[in-house]
């Protein structure tokens, strides 16, 4: 079945450097790699997603890359804020299936 | 935020009862989804519903059951705990009108099996 593989799972940076968390799916099939923000004692939350038609979105200081040939993606945050210390989750989908199959999740430290 | 609760939220019970937890939802969104959420395994889907009556099996569906019999409303069933199923719980739901959307997640329930 569909794998998603998340690295790091932890990883703290200096206030105002970039943090950049990286993801690899096994099905082909997948078309749809959401980024989820989880904040302590809270549910994940949308940041940003992308579909498989296109290589690059971003918004705002947040974007994501996409390479299908390789099956992997990137969430890059830059400009990191104290706010932005979370735990990230990346997922997987396909149209079809509506199964969102998630990453171990990355736990980001910002430091101030 | 999503119209999407869970309850309840926290809750301890005792190795071989049964327990249920209740996903409700005021959006009219035809899939949900039960997650469980632990340490160095993030996120794994339990089970998950694609309309009143349909449902199918996630990657970790054993020792689980769910129900649905209404649209807003989504009954994951621990038929005995045991204590590998110390976790926190989150329902999520999407509209998926002909492609994938966002996932919109509850609160989260947090269940220590004693």
């Known amino acids: 079945g569909e794998n998603v593989e998340q690295h790091p799972s932890t990883l703290s940076v200096q206030e105002g450097d970039s943090a950049v968390i990286k993801c690899t799916y096994s099905d082909s099939a997948s078309n749809y790699f959401p980024w989820y923000k989880q904040e302590l004692g809270k549910g994940p939350q949308l940041i940003i997603d992308?579909?498989?038609?296109?290589g690059e979105k971003k918004d705002q200081r947040i974007a994501v890359t996409l390479n299908k040939t390789a099956k992997h993606f990137s969430l890059h945050i830059t400009e990191t804020q104290p706010e932005d210390s979370a735990v990230y989750f990346c997922a997987a989908s396909f149209t079809g299936t509506y199964k969102y199959i998630f990453g171990t999740g990355t736990r980001l430290k910002v430091l101030a | 935020d999503a119209g999407i609760t869970q309850s309840p939220r926290h809750k301890v019970t005792e190795t071989g009862t049964p327990v249920t937890l209740r996903c409700h939802q005021t959006e009219n969104h035809r899939y949900m989804y039960w997650y469980r959420q632990d340490p160095g395994h993030g996120l794994r889907l339990i089970h998950y519903?694609?309309?009143?009556?349909?449902?199918d099996k996630g990657e970790v569906s054993d020792g689980y059951s769910v129900s649905r019999s209404k649209t807003e409303d989504f009954l994951l069933t621990l038929e005995s705990a045991t204590s590998s199923q110390t976790s926190v719980y989150f329902c999520?739901?999407?509209?998926?009108?002909?492609?994938?959307?966002?996932?919109?997640f509850g609160q989260g329930t947090r269940l220590t099996v004693v």
């Open positions: 999520a739901i999407t509209g998926g009108q002909g492609m994938n959307t966002e996932a919109f």
């Open positions: 992308i579909r498989s038609n296109v």
């Open positions: 519903s694609y309309g009143v009556k349909d449902t």
